[in-house]
Every structure is written in C-alpha cells, then in structure tokens.
C-alpha cells in the first residue's frame, strides 16, 4: 500500500489520479477488515503457530535446527518472530514490496551466510501447511503468499 501510494504520488504528480489508478485504493479498503482480522489472528496465534512448526520441522528432519551438536530452536525462533511479524504487517499493509526491499533482502544475506537456506525453506513450506490448518480460509489466502514470498527469497539456494 505505501509502495503504490508513493508510486501514484509521483505518476499523478500536478495531475488528479484516474479511476483506474486509484483502483487499488479501492480494492484495499474492500479488504481492510479482512486485513485487520488477518493480524489480529496472525498476532493471537503465534505461539501456537511457532510451536505447531517447530514440531513440524523435527519431524521431518530432527538434525535441521541443530549445527554441530549446538541446539539452534532459541535463533530459529527469534529469526522466525520477526519474519512472522513483518509478514503479518505486510498483510495488513498489503505491500509485499515492503516486506521485501526492507526486510528480506537483508535477512536473505544473513541466511545465506549462515548456509540456513534449507531451514528457512521448510520453515516457510511448513509454517503455511500449519497456516492452512490454523486459519480460516480467507486469511490464510492473504498470509500464504507472504510466506510462500519468505520462502522463495530465504529459502533459496545460491547457484
């Protein structure tokens, strides 16, 4: 939303904006309570959400939060908080541009010097199978591609 905003400021810059460029004003504010209902829920299910996963995860590879014997949940946690908190921003933002000129690109450098892509991948695959389990349809169809967005750009790896 405030990557459009900028953008329509600066295309109607001494001009009114059109209909159509003011469509996704429009759409947004069809979808703002939604929105709100998203976050609210992103916000009071959070812990189960991060256990949910977390439980998920040693499931299907028990080694994949462990580096040499040293015990990584408390990192993969306070990693996958901030990730989560920023997602549900964009949600109610709707600005995944946001999300990710401002958050995932940086954390994307980070993994991969950490050679934590694989874990972000599951993390991100599972935490939106946890999300489709968890949420009511309509608001997993708004956090689900935030997610899937994390997913691709921390989960990848360098070729």
């Known amino acids: ?19 159509t460029e003011l469509l996704f004003l429009e759409e947004y504010i069809q979808s703002f309570s939604l929105r709100v209902q998203t976050y609210r829920q992103i916000q009071a299910s959070e ?8 439980h998920r995860i040693r499931q299907v590879d028990p080694a994949l939060l462990l580096s040499n014997q040293t015990d990584l949940s408390g990192k993969w946690k306070r990693d996958t ?13 709707d600005d995944a541009e946001l999300l990710r000129d401002r958050l995932l690109f940086w954390m994307q450098t980070v993994m991969k010097a ?3 892509q694989r874990s972000c991948n599951v993390t991100y695959h599972v935490m939106q199978q946890v999300v489709q389990s968890l949420f009511p ?5 708004l956090l689900c591609p935030i997610l899937e967005l994390n997913r691709s ?3 990848a ?3």
């Not at 939303?1 to 209909?19: K, P, V």
């Not at 812990?47 to 977390?54: I, T």
């Not at 990730?83 to 949600?91: D, P």
Request: charged share 25%; net charge negative.
């Open 81 to 93: 908080i901030r990730v989560l908190r920023y997602s549900a921003i964009t949600v109610l933002l």
């Open 47 to 54: 812990a189960e959400l991060l256990e949910q996963v977390q």
């Open 1 to 19: 939303m405030i990557t459009q905003l900028e953008r329509l400021s600066q295309m109607a810059d001494g001009r009114y904006a059109t209909d």
């Open 137 to 141: 349809v309509d608001e997993a169809s």
């Open 114 to 116: 950490f050679d934590a």
């Open 153 to 155: 750009l921390l989960g």
């Open 157 to 159: 790896k360098p070729e």
